[in-house]
């Protein structure tokens, strides 16, 4: 029997001992949209008379023959210029509706070339959400043609720091290289209509109204204290200084979103909401008015107020609110959809509360995190995350309810950069606790971790094939 590595693994696979011989396997497979199959379903039928795609939407298609792409790799010499596939069925469709891949390239900017790769791998692991985390204390991403100093200063910091953040630390050496950069309207609208191709969701983050540095450093007057000239932050980490809550800074967010609405048509904004200190709007006197005015108790109550401010654009266009989890405890709007990063218990808080989720928690699926020994991995901002401990992750968090677990909609992993100064180190991170994640998000049948690795070792050749880097495996 052919070796045959497909990753993420179909929920029904039997292979028979028949073959079929061609000289062109692609171009004489049968594709068609079928009535009788659910829209995220599809089967691949090949006999010693020929092979058939079915799905029941395009998308469902799409899968099918990127499924059956990776059934050729077992395809075997028939002499003739002709090839023996082996003959199976496959019958297949994922468990959850979102499976995503967040790129954070606001710490370090990453080309649009790579960004496209990275479409590409997240195609051939048939996920479908792709995050741009495109703007952060560390650098603004995304041109705003109605505020142009966002990227003409908000995207460049003189400097970087150098070696591991440590709690409470406050002296820091620099590389003393000036990083940067950032992507045209055109440069994301060719992202999204490459993603689009590939069955691909792109969902851009403006994060606020914290993790706003970069954007106060070129409008001042965005900040709770205007007449200070702040730089981009050139250190990790949560600045204290976030958007303050005047009526002009609610303004200039909705400027922003309706242009990023113009570039990304997809259903979905994602608008932050994490790590937002209240420590200056406690000090301000424009807050505690805007606090008392509103008749609230606490000045973190502020944050709900602002993101249900600027969110009023996206319901103007009939797009959709996410968030990270901090977002439920500021009475964020009922039909956002919540990102469960602090771990399950915040994906089962958000769930009772009536919140869709996606789950995202860093202690399976931040791969920002060691995958091996500190002392000869690179550098990392802590904690270990090996390929295995991926491969267990349960995307369903303990006790729901079934109505609860149906708001589950699905699970997302994060790449974030602080320590990763160029797609080679993304790579690295990045892959293949992909291929691990795809499995979970997918929801192929469990089955021992060492079944696993026999299909991952011939499925790394096809990354290799996408020019993308990626860690060897242990063993």
Known sequence: MPDIAIVPAPRELVVDDARWVTADPVADAVRTVVENLGETEYRIDVQADGARLSGGSEDALRWAE?????????????????????????????????????LDVARHFMPKEFVLKVVDVVALHRMNVLHLHLTDD?????????FPQLTEIGAWRPETMVGKMEHHQTEFEYDGTR?????????????????????????????????MQAAIAAYPELGNHPDRQLGVRQVWGISEDVLNVNDATVDFVRTVLREVLEIFPGPYIHLGGD?????????????QQRQAELGLTEAGQ?????????????????????????????????????????????????????HDVVMAPNQSVYFDYYQGDPATEPLAIGHFTPLEKVYDF????????????????????????????????VGYMLLPRLCAFAERAWGSPKTPYDEFLTRLRPHLTRIEALGLNYRPLDR
């Open 66 to 102: 990127t499924t059956y792409r990776q059934l050729l790799d077992a395809a075997e010499p028939a002499g003739d210029g002709e090839v023996a596939v082996p003959a199976v069925r496959i019958a297949d469709a994922p468990r959850f509706g979102w499976r995503g891949l967040m």
């Open 138 to 146: 560390q650098g603004w991403r995304v041109q705003i043609d109605a």
């Open 179 to 211: 990083h940067g950069g950032f992507y045209t309207k055109d440069d994301l609208r060719e992202i999204v209509a490459y993603a689009a191709e590939r069955g691909i969701t792109v969902v851009p983050e403006i994060d606020l109204p914290g993790h």
């Open 275 to 287: 790590e937002c200190p209240a420590v200056q709007w406690r000090e301000s006197e424009a807050a």
């Open 302 to 354: 502020l944050q709900g107020w602002f993101t249900a401010q600027v969110a009023s654009v996206l319901a103007e266009q009939n797009r959709r609110l996410v968030g990270w989890d901090e977002m439920v405890e500021t009475d964020c709007p009922k039909d956002a959809v919540i990102m469960a990063w602090r771990g399950p218990d915040r994906g089962e808080v958000a769930a009772k509360a009536g």
């Open 394 to 425: 349960e995307v369903l968090p303990p006790g729901l309810t079934a109505e609860e677990q149906a708001r589950i909609v699905g699970t997302q992993c994060q790449v974030w950069t602080e320590y990763m100064e160029d797609p080679e180190q």
